[in-house]
């Protein structure tokens, strides 16, 4: 017999690739996820570059793909 799975506890990004929800198991994750503490005054904001996620432009600067031999 297989366990029932709480769904709050679930990664978010896994509980959004689910489509069939049914009414008890919304209402369950609701509720789980209404237990949580709000720890939003408690976090901290950090930028990290992220390289490979910069606009064309900015990653092609300097590049114009003309040899100058």
Known sequence: MSKKVNWAEIDYRIRGRRTDWTKEELSA??????????????????????????????ADAGDDGDDAT
């Open 29 to 58: 994750l609701e509720a789980g996820l209404a237990k949580l503490p709000d720890m939003a005054d408690k976090a901290d904001a950090i930028t990290i570059p992220q390289p490979a996620l910069a606009r064309a432009e900015e």
